[in-house]
């Protein structure tokens, strides 16, 4: 498996088959137990990746930053004004000339577009560290959170209230691949992307599991392992926080709406979170919360993607 993901790209999970995904997550649990144990790991020692920043970033710089560290490497950020990409050099030319000096790229950006320029003109590994589209990097340490607190991923049920934005797309595609039951529930206008809907749902046809893209809260929680939510106004829509705030009052994840949800379900949040607006304190700061387990798994789930394809 190693050998065959050695040198591919980590745009997103639709790319990747459930076998790669489970070594990824098997290698996550690993160095994490490697770590945690004080166990020297640095397959990519004398290697350098490139970070480039177009968005702002707490977990994603600094698990990135250490992960490199932690494997032998060393990592450079680079944010659009440490860069001429930001003064309008094309993404094409920054690939080819950042793939003579790097052994690897990961790009925070907005547009999903930009990844994929990126990584057609690069001819080193290209990591999506977050687009509009799609967060893999969070989405596959949020699977390693649940099957570590759970045992399995087979058969769960996740339920993701809010906006069907980029972390949706990816739990959505990643609970296709790994043969869990996904249900969404997002006010009219808020759905995730049909066409992103319609390739989960293949997907999930052929590994025994189901996708349902509902509006009602309380029916996607209904019987769910775990309630995902995430904030109203992601990057780049903080104009929209008013109109939104309106549109997605009867989805915060509460004390009433978890009501529905199994009696030991997770909840989980990718942060930062907006304690009073999509989440309530009581949930985010109670005992069924797991977002600091999702946190510090950015960290292992990213040094398996890295120490894979470099």
Same mark, same amino acid.
């Given at each position: 498996?190693?050998?065959?993901?050695?040198?591919?790209?980590?745009?997103?999970? =639709?790319?990747?088959?459930?076998? &790669?995904? +489970?070594?990824?997550?098997?290698?996550?649990? &690993?160095? $994490?137990?490697?770590?945690?144990?004080?166990?020297?790991?640095?397959?990519?020692?004398? $290697?350098?990746?490139?970070?480039?920043?177009? $968005?702002?970033?707490?977990?994603? +710089?600094?698990?990135?930053?250490?992960?490199?560290?932690?494997?032998?490497?060393?990592?450079?950020?680079?944010?659009?004004?440490?860069?001429?990409?930001?003064?309008?050099?094309?993404? +094409?030319?920054?690939?080819?000339?950042?793939?003579?000096y790097l052994d690897g790229i990961i790009i925070r950006t907005f547009g999903h577009r930009n990844v994929?320029?990126?990584?057609?003109?690069?001819?080193?590994?290209?990591?999506?560290?977050?687009?509009?589209?799609?967060? !893999?990097?969070?989405?596959?340490?949020?699977?390693?959170?649940?099957?570590?607190?759970?045992? +399995?991923?087979?058969?769960?049920?996740?339920?993701?209230?809010?906006?069907?934005?980029?972390?949706?797309?990816?739990?959505?595609?990643?609970?296709?691949?790994?043969?869990?039951?996904?249900?969404?529930?997002? !006010?009219?206008?808020?759905?995730?992307?049909?066409?992103?809907?319609?390739? /989960? $749902?293949?997907?999930?046809?052929?590994?025994?599991?189901?996708?349902?893209?509902?509006?009602?809260?309380?029916?996607?929680?209904?019987? /769910?392992?775990?309630?995902?939510?995430?904030?109203?106004?992601?990057?780049?829509?903080?104009?929209?926080?008013? *109109?939104?705030?309106?549109?997605?009052? *009867?989805? *915060?994840?509460?004390?009433?709406?978890?009501?529905?949800a199994k009696a030991d379900y997770l909840f989980m949040h990718c942060l930062p979170a907006h304690r009073?607006? &999509?989440?309530?304190?009581?949930?985010?700061?109670? !005992?069924?919360?797991?977002?600091?387990?999702?946190?510090?798994?950015?960290?292992?789930?990213?040094?398996?993607?890295? /120490?894979? =394809?470099?």
């Amino acid at each position: 498996m190693a050998a065959q993901l050695r040198g591919r790209d980590f745009l997103g999970l =639709i790319d990747y088959k459930p076998e &790669e995904i +489970r070594y990824l997550l098997d290698l996550a649990i &690993e160095l $994490k137990r490697k770590q945690k144990n004080g166990e020297a790991f640095q397959p990519l020692k004398g $290697k350098t990746l490139g970070m480039i920043f177009e $968005k702002s970033s707490t977990r994603t +710089r600094v698990s990135f930053e250490v992960g490199m560290y932690q494997l032998g490497g060393h990592a450079l950020f680079l944010s659009r004004n440490d860069i001429q990409m930001g003064r309008g050099e094309t993404i +094409r030319d920054t690939a080819m000339t950042m793939s003579r000096y790097l052994d690897g790229i990961i790009i925070r950006t907005f547009g999903h577009r930009n990844v994929v320029e990126l990584a057609r003109g690069a001819t080193v590994p290209v990591i999506n560290a977050l687009s509009d589209q799609s967060h !893999p990097c969070q989405a596959l340490a949020d699977y390693q959170t649940v099957l570590e607190k759970k045992g +399995r991923l087979e058969g769960l049920k996740i339920a993701y209230i809010g906006d069907g934005n980029n972390m949706a797309h990816s739990l959505m595609m990643g609970a296709s691949k790994l043969g869990m039951h996904f249900a969404s529930a997002s !006010p009219e206008g808020y759905d995730p992307d049909p066409e992103i809907v319609r390739l /989960a $749902k293949e997907v999930a046809a052929e590994n025994g599991s189901r996708i349902d893209v509902l509006r009602d809260p309380r029916e996607a929680v209904e019987n /769910a392992d775990i309630v995902y939510t995430d904030v109203w106004a992601s990057m780049g829509f903080e104009e929209e926080q008013k *109109q939104r705030e309106k549109a997605f009052a *009867q989805y *915060q994840v509460n004390e009433a709406l978890v009501k529905s949800a199994k009696a030991d379900y997770l909840f989980m949040h990718c942060l930062p979170a907006h304690r009073g607006e &999509e989440v309530s304190e009581g949930i985010i700061d109670g !005992p069924h919360s797991v977002v600091f387990d999702e946190a510090e798994n950015r960290l292992h789930a990213q040094k398996a993607i890295l /120490a894979a =394809i470099m």
